[in-house]
């Protein structure tokens, strides 16, 4: 191995070529990347709250059917 492979190994970002705008682009590209992990979360958190009201709801609206049945058949038995 070249000592500019054990230099690069341990880096964080490593630049290419020498244009200092390349770390702002980095930055930028840094922050929207994390960004968006924020957005996915925050869809994840409302996507997996939709679902279980939905699951609660469908296991309410089953038992009460259930129950009603049972009482029905109890009163015409």
Do not use: H
């Amino acid at each position: 191995m070249a000592g500019t492979d054990f230099a690069i190994e341990p880096a964080d970002v490593v630049l290419v070529n020498s244009n200092p705008v390349d770390i702002l682009s980095t930055l930028k590209l840094s922050k929207a990347s994390y960004r968006n992990m924020d957005q996915n979360i925050g869809w994840l958190v409302i996507i997996s709250l939709q679902s279980l009201l939905l699951q609660v709801l469908s296991i309410a609206l089953t038992s009460s059917k259930t129950i009603n049945w049972c009482i029905w058949q109890a009163k015409n038995a």
